[in-house]
């Protein structure tokens, strides 16, 4: 490289490090985040206490799978919202099916929707599930005579495995059926929070 080549080169390295620098931090959405967790988070574990101190230890094992789907669930939302595309829903837009402007929406809002999904709500089922699981190791103590330390280390382990397995899982199935998996969240959201659309004149 000639010598002549330096200053620009170190131009365009200027320039790209000022572009990146220009990206604000959205403190407004951190703040917001956290205290959604935070009620969200206290509120699933209190229904997740009062469910499983009521219930029998089949209907405990039946919880912490509805816990775990929760995060996968989600997490499979949160990958699909990434990887749409917002084009094949303009058409519908234009055509006022329902569910295409939620879409829409989504899929502007990806890093936000993401975050929720994968983070907030996958971290707290996880948070969740292990609070579940101790639990049901009580329970089963509480019948048997068992050692604790080998039921709980065999029940996390299932947990994990099924959490892992199931989210793998479902980040193949996202990013196959990204769109149709946000068309189908934008549907549901369109019933209970729909995106108003400017009347044409």
């Known amino acids: 490289m000639s010598d002549g080549d330096q200053p620009s080169r170190k131009k365009r390295i200027k320039v790209r490090a000022n572009n990146v620098g220009n990206r604000k931090i959205s403190y407004k959405w951190v703040v917001t985040i956290t205290i959604w967790t935070f009620f969200i988070s206290t509120?699933?574990?209190?229904v997740q206490m009062g469910l499983i101190s009521d219930a029998?230890?089949?209907a405990a094992f039946f919880i912490l799978a509805g816990i775990v789907a929760i995060g996968v669930v989600f997490d499979?939302?949160?990958v699909a919202v990434t990887a749409a595309s917002e084009?094949?829903?303009?058409?519908?837009?234009?055509?006022q099916v329902r569910g295409a402007a939620e879409a829409v929406r989504l899929i502007r809002n990806a890093?936000?929707?993401?975050?929720?999904c994968n983070d907030v709500i996958g971290?707290?089922?996880?948070i969740i599930s292990g609070s579940a699981t101790g639990a049901i190791v009580a329970s089963l103590l509480a019948m048997t005579n068992g050692n604790e330390l080998i039921l709980t280390v065999v029940l996390m382990g299932c947990v994990a495995a099924?959490?892992?397995?199931g989210k793998a899982l479902g980040k193949g199935i996202a990013i196959l059926k990204c769109n149709a998996i946000v068309f189908m969240v934008g549907k549901?959201?369109?019933f209970v929070r729909p995106v108003k659309r400017k009347k044409k004149k």
């Open 76 to 78: 499979i939302i949160g």
């Open 123 to 126: 971290d707290i089922a996880s």
């Open 43 to 46: 509120s699933m574990q209190l």
């Open 162 to 165: 099924l959490t892992i397995g």
């Open 111 to 116: 890093e936000k929707v993401g975050s929720f």
């Open 87 to 95: 084009v094949p829903f303009h058409s519908l837009c234009t055509r």
């Open 188 to 190: 549901l959201i369109s």
């Open 56 to 58: 029998s230890l089949l």
